[in-house]
């Protein structure tokens, strides 16, 4: 089965502590991002990658950081700088531009203690 | 910056009736607009989407339609029913963000039996 993957479904994080969510795709898609999706509030951006071992911020990228080292993975950290964590993360893939559809994993939901 | 506006928040139709739900981009160049359904604890999921070299596109019962003088699109759904219910997000190309794509705050729809 092609798709997109993301785990776990539901992580809990201590004051101070930092958390990784995983997300990965057999898709065979170049670009991968990150959103962050707030309750009434559509979804908001926080890193990219267009390619292998390259990523950009996105419009909220302070308190996360992103690693790809691989292609089908793009593992998200969010950092005790992040203040306000608690939301639902998505991860998405496309194809290279921005008219290629991005299709989405099924979202880690972040709460914290 | 560039902005997606979208109404209603919430929508709630008889089934078998129609539902529409409308947005308004800020950025005359966007060409590209793509429509998210987004099921109950899952990701968003694309569902129909149009580029700026047509007005209208159309698939079984959901059509969407595009005035680029005015930055309007709408999403149209047809004899709804139950299944139809989600959270409808509109999105539109975005050129001076970090975004690719701008997403709307997103539709709750509403079927009722």
């Known amino acids: 089965d092609g798709g997109i993957t993301q785990s776990p479904k539901y992580l809990f994080r201590k004051e101070g502590q930092n958390v990784t969510l995983s997300c990965e795709q057999n898709?065979?898609?170049?670009?991968m991002y990150w959103y962050r999706q707030d309750p009434g509030q559509g979804l908001r951006l926080i890193y990219y990658?267009?390619?292998?071992?390259?990523?950009q911020k996105g419009d909220i990228a302070e308190g996360y950081s992103v690693s790809r080292e691989k292609k089908e993975s793009f593992p998200l950290t969010v950092t005790s700088a992040q203040k306000n964590p608690t939301a639902f993360y998505l991860c998405?893939?496309?194809?290279?531009?921005?008219?290629?559809?991005?299709?989405f994993g099924p979202g880690t939901r972040l709460l914290v203690l | 910056g560039e902005n997606v506006e979208q109404h209603p928040s919430t929508l709630s139709v008889q089934e078998g009736d129609s539902a529409v739900i409308k947005c308004t981009y800020s950025?005359?160049?966007?060409?590209?607009f793509p429509w998210y359904k987004q099921e109950l604890g899952k990701g968003p999921q694309l569902i129909i989407d149009?580029?700026?070299?047509?007005g209208e596109k159309k698939d079984q019962r959901i059509a969407v339609t595009l005035n680029k003088t005015a930055k309007h699109f709408s999403l149209h759904i047809t004899e709804t029913q139950p299944e139809d219910s989600a959270v409808y997000f509109c999105?539109?190309?975005?050129?001076?963000?970090?975004?690719?794509?701008?997403f709307g705050s997103g539709t709750r729809l509403s079927i009722r039996p």
């Open positions: 898709l065979n898609h170049d670009a």
């Open positions: 990658s267009q390619i292998v071992n390259d990523f």
């Open positions: 999105a539109a190309e975005g050129y001076s963000s970090a975004s690719k794509i701008i």
């Open positions: 149009i580029r700026s070299n047509v």
């Open positions: 950025d005359s160049a966007s060409n590209y």
């Open positions: 998405a893939s496309s194809g290279q531009g921005v008219q290629e559809t991005q299709y």
